[in-house]
T-cell receptor
Framework: RKEVEQDPGPFNVPEGATVAFNCTYS??????FFWYRQDCRKEPKLLMS???SGNEDGRFTAQLNRASQYISLLIRDSKLSDSATYLC?????????FGTGTRLQVFP | GAVVSQHPSRVICKSGTSVKIECRSL??????MFWYRQFPKQSLMLMAT?????????EQGVEKDKFLINHASLTLSTLTVTSAHPEDSSFYIC????????????FGPGTRLTVT
């Protein structure tokens, strides 16, 4: 079983749509959680950290459920520029464990 | 924000040759640097953790004699792929962290290696 699992997608959504990604992790000792965004042939960039209380950054909302070992990312009012691969990342040391990513394609 | 550079951005080499990739933290001192590899449609896989002035720690399944890592200063780490083979063709990405015990990593732009 992979340490971090994500639905690879792709998710094809129209502009303005709301889309949600989910992720599960296997190591209950994981302590830090993140969503990264990766554009094609580029390095990953931190989108946001994820906290148990949930956190929001503009159109993006992240949630963590430690009991279920489940992380989510909600994107509201999708823009064309949101098209990318979204990587779920967990850590319990200084090492980051990446999921394979969920591909999002927003169309006009 | 913190900037990490990698050089070269793209390299094509012949099978059997060695390739060196540089990773530099431009505006901060990196106590730890990480080297990842990403094959198409797969996740980033950590290859090794490199601390300045000490030997790198390699992940299981990564050959330390094939992937030589040197972290000679607080701003530079190098990865040398020795005797490269076509199956080593991949996207190699480094990251750097300014302090031990922190989860914050700044990624370089990556190096695309093609071995012919």
């Amino acid at each position: 079983r992979k340490e971090v699992e994500q639905d690879p997608g792709p998710f094809n959504v129209p502009e303005g749509a709301t889309v949600a990604f989910n992720c599960t992790y296997s190591n209950s000792a994981s302590q830090s959680f993140f969503w990264y965004r990766q554009d094609c042939r580029k390095e990953p960039k931190l989108l946001m950290s994820v906290y148990s209380s949930g956190n929001e950054d503009g159109r993006f909302t992240a949630q963590l459920n430690r009991a279920s070992q489940y992380i989510s990312l909600l994107i509201r009012d999708s823009k064309l520029s949101d098209s990318a691969t979204y990587l779920c990342v967990v850590s319990n040391t200084d090492k980051l464990i990446f999921g394979t990513g969920t591909r999002l394609q927003v169309f006009p | 924000g913190a900037v990490v550079s990698q050089h070269p951005s793209r390299v094509i080499c012949k099978s059997g040759t060695s390739v060196k990739i540089e990773c530099r933290s431009l505006d901060f001192q990196a106590t730890t640097m990480f080297w990842y590899r990403q094959f198409p449609k797969q996740s980033l896989m950590l290859m090794a953790t490199s601390n300045e002035g000490s030997k790198a720690t390699y992940e299981q399944g990564v050959e330390k004699d094939k992937f030589l890592i040197n972290h000679a200063s607080l701003t530079l780490s190098t990865l040398t792929v020795t005797s490269a083979h076509p199956e080593d063709s991949s996207f190699y990405i480094c990251s750097a962290t300014p302090a031990r015990g922190t989860y914050e990593q700044y990624f370089g732009p990556g190096t695309r290696l093609t071995v012919t």
